[in-house]
Structure formats: structure tokens, C-alpha cells
């Protein structure tokens, strides 16, 4: 498993805009932009990007995200603050997806972390002080009373299961994780 530290978007962007993320960092300070809507409109109206460039140069040059913190620090603050108790249920998870195979992506994001290989199948989130929320991607899953609806993700997963205790890492959850890594794959 490796985590993500670098953002795709940024190899491509001298190619498919002609300048580097510092070129276009430095565009946007002799403007003395730093609202992030000031920084989206000067770069789609008079720069011509497309949404998806001119929103990763806003994040970028602000530090607002994911990308611009160490992951190690993230999943850290994410289970600061009260969640501290609901840390060796991710750890738990983690040591589990990590033996179905050496292709998943592991990307720490501010509230949740995504775990793909060519796509996301997995997202783990500290809802709440005592409850880790695990979205699943299992298209054509039926639904069960531990295997609900994507509630909160929404387009992201399929699915979610609820977990407050390490225990309910069981056969049943690791057999729902597996589908899902595999048919990210």
C-alpha cells in the first residue's frame, strides 16, 4: 500500500496550461488574490482554465488542500479530539485491506481517508466520537440492516457500515472490503 502524496493534476499541468503550479502561484500573488472565489475567477475568465485546473491552482496556492499537509498529520487529527478511542479500529481496517494485495492507494483527506486502486472502494471516516463510518463502492450490493444505504457519502459509495468496536472488523466486514477492492481493480 503507498499514500498519496502528490496530486496527478500537477503532472499534467505544464502540459495541458503551458505553466507550473509556482508559475501560476506566482500569477495569482502579483494579483494579490486570496479569496478563494477572486483566485476561481480570475483563473477560468481571464486565464481560460477549465474548473478542474483553476480549482487544484486555488487549493494549492491557498494550502487549503489535502495535498498541501503530511498524511500522517491528517489521519492524526482525525482522531484527535475525543476520537483518540476509535484509532485501533482504523488501524485494524488498515492492516486488513493491506493483505488483499500491494495496488491500494491509500489518501488521507482532511475528515476521511479514500483507499483506491484504479478507483475508490473504500472510505474511512470519524463520523463522531464513538462511531468510524466505512463507505464501501459494491455497485449492485443489496442492501442489509449492517449494510446500509451510502447515507452521508452519497455518490462516493454504495454502501456503509457503521463501526464502534474493533470487533465488528469480522468475517462479514473483511468479506464486503475484499468485493469491493476487487471490483475497483
Same mark, same amino acid.
Given at each position: 500500500m503507498s499514500i498519496k502524496k502528490q496530486d496527478n493534476m500537477e503532472e499534467g499541468l505544464l502540459e495541458k496550461t503551458g505553466k507550473t503550479l509556482a508559475d501560476?502561484?506566482?500569477?495569482?500573488?502579483?494579483?494579490k488574490l486570496e479569496k478563494? /472565489?477572486?483566485?476561481?475567477?480570475?483563473?477560468?475568465?481571464?486565464?481560460?482554465?477549465?474548473? /478542474?485546473?483553476?480549482?487544484?491552482? &486555488?487549493? =494549492?496556492?491557498r494550502a487549503a488542500d489535502a495535498g498541501s499537509h503530511d498524511p500522517a498529520e491528517l489521519v492524526n487529527a482525525q482522531y484527535s479530539k475525543g476520537k483518540e478511542a476509535l484509532r485501533p479500529i482504523y488501524e485494524k481496517l488498515l492492516a486488513t485491506i493491506g493483505t488483499f494485495g500491494d495496488d491500494i492507494? %491509500?489518501? @488521507?483527506?482532511? #475528515?476521511?481517508?479514500?483507499?483506491? !486502486?484504479?478507483? +475508490?472502494?473504500? $472510505?474511512? +471516516? @470519524?463520523?463522531? =466520537?464513538?462511531? %468510524? *463510518? $466505512?463507505?464501501?463502492?459494491?455497485? *449492485?450490493?443489496? +442492501?442489509?440492516? !449492517?449494510?446500509? /444505504? #451510502?447515507g452521508p457519502f452519497g455518490s462516493m459509495c #454504495?454502501?456503509?457500515? !457503521?463501526? &464502534?468496536?474493533? *470487533?465488528?472488523? *469480522?468475517?462479514?466486514?473483511?468479506s464486503w472490503l475484499k468485493e469491493a477492492y476487487e471490483k475497483a481493480g
Open positions: 501560476w502561484k506566482k500569477a495569482i500573488k502579483a494579483k478563494h /472565489g477572486d483566485i476561481m475567477k480570475f483563473l477560468k475568465t481571464e486565464q481560460g482554465l477549465t474548473h /478542474g485546473f483553476a480549482n487544484f491552482i &486555488t487549493l =494549492k496556492y492507494e %491509500i489518501a @488521507p483527506k482532511k #475528515s476521511a481517508v479514500s483507499l483506491r !486502486r484504479k478507483k +475508490q472502494f473504500a $472510505l474511512i +471516516q @470519524p463520523s463522531t =466520537k464513538t462511531r %468510524i *463510518d $466505512l463507505g464501501l463502492k459494491i455497485k *449492485d450490493k443489496e +442492501q442489509t440492516e !449492517r449494510l446500509e /444505504g #451510502s #454504495s454502501h456503509r457500515v !457503521r463501526l &464502534t468496536t474493533i *470487533d465488528e472488523v *469480522d468475517s462479514e466486514l473483511i
